[in-house]
T-cell receptor
């Protein structure tokens, strides 16, 4: 089935140690998103790509970076994770035609030791 | 910026009961999306509403967007344990934007 796949499902890293989360899609959607969701909170958009055009949210910390080497893959890099970065990270995709639903992966739960 | 407020924050019902979840916006809703999230998992798309007064149904779930396009409701008829989860509403903040703003969600528990 066509879908959005996130790896790994669970990631544990040490305080300050760089970590990369990955997302792949078989939907051939041109927009890919990264969200951060903390417990009992709404998903918060970090950034998104329209094809290779990167769009950063104004309040996304510089510690968070992203790469999209091709249509299918998108990566979230956290350069120096702090305790406050422990959260669920959700990847989503959509078509860019206005009013299109976003399709989400199962998320990666990041823990910081 | 647009904010979405969901009510109630949590809901516990007995299997077979009907229930309603509300999503209220501080601004006009150009596109309103309902998602379901199981604990520790991603969001599953349920329905999208665009026009004032629009109503859509899928199995036992019905979503409506009011005429003024500032409030949406999600109604579940004859709830089942499989309906349990967190229901989130999301909205296009600008109209034609590819971005969504989400509410904090309503946690639904259905007791057998």
């Amino acid at each position: 089935d066509a879908m959005v796949i996130q790896n790994p499902r669970y990631q544990v890293t040490q305080f300050g140690k760089p970590v990369t989360l990955s997302c792949s899609q078989t939907l051939n959607h041109n927009v890919m998103y990264w969200y951060q969701q903390k417990s009992s909170q709404a998903p918060k958009l970090l950034f998104h790509y329209y094809d290779k055009d990167f769009n950063n949210e104004a309040d996304t910390p510089d510690n968070f970076q992203s790469r999209r080497p091709n249509t299918s893959f998108c990566f979230l890099d956290i350069r120096s994770p702090g305790l406050g970065d422990a959260a669920m990270y959700l990847c989503a995709t959509s078509r860019w035609e206005g009013n299109q639903p976003q399709h989400f992966g199962d998320g990666t739960r990041l823990s910081i030791l | 910026s647009q904010e979405l407020e969901q009510s109630p924050q949590s809901l516990i019902v007995q299997e077979g009961k009907n229930l309603t979840i509300n999503c209220t916006s501080s601004k006009t809703l150009y596109g309103l999306y309902w998602y379901k999230q199981k604990y520790g998992e991603g969001l599953i798309f349920l329905m999208m509403l665009q026009k004032g007064g629009e109503e859509k149904s899928h199995e036992k779930i019905t979503a409506k967007l009011d005429e003024k396009k500032q409030q949406s409701s999600l109604h579940i008829t004859a709830s089942q344990p499989s309906h349990a989860g967190i229901y989130l509403c999301g909205a296009d903040p600008q109209g034609g934007s590819e971005k969504l703003v989400f509410g904090k969600g309503t946690k639904l528990t259905v007791n057998p």
